[in-house]
């Protein structure tokens, strides 16, 4: 079993919006998105404490990204708004049982596959 499955990518222009999901097998405490931009290394976007709801982001995505999640799907979400053409990456679900709970990539064990998100100017 797929632990992790991201859905929702897509081509979008500047200033759009996108809703990305990631059907999770199971329960985590930490749940969290990270993308990878083409040639580049990856990073942390958005992280959420399951019990609690918290969440944190990257700085650049503060404002106009939000993760929310379904505990009753077990599914996490990423509501993207503003989009802008540096936002174009695959992005990627992750999870760990761990505290605490941080947008670091070593601490997540659990990765999908990824979504591809791509805003054009």
């Known amino acids: 079993v797929v632990p992790l499955v991201e859905s929702g990518g897509d081509s979008v222009q500047a200033g759009g919006s996108l809703r990305l999901s990631c059907a999770a097998a199971g329960s985590w405490s930490c749940l969290a998105w990270f993308r990878q931009p083409p040639g580049k290394g990856p990073g942390g976007v958005a992280v959420l404490r399951t019990g609690s709801s918290t969440t944190g982001y990257a700085d650049s995505v503060k404002g106009r990204f939000t993760a929310s999640q379904d505990t009753a799907t077990n599914t996490l979400y990423l509501q993207m708004s503003s989009l802008k053409p540096e936002d174009t990456a695959m992005y990627f679900c992750?999870?760990?049982?761990?505290?605490?709970?941080?947008?670091?990539?070593?601490?997540?064990?659990?990765w999908g596959q990824g979504t591809q998100v791509t805003v054009s100017s």
């Open positions: 992750a999870a760990a049982w761990t505290s605490p709970c941080e947008l670091s990539a070593p601490i997540f064990p659990y």
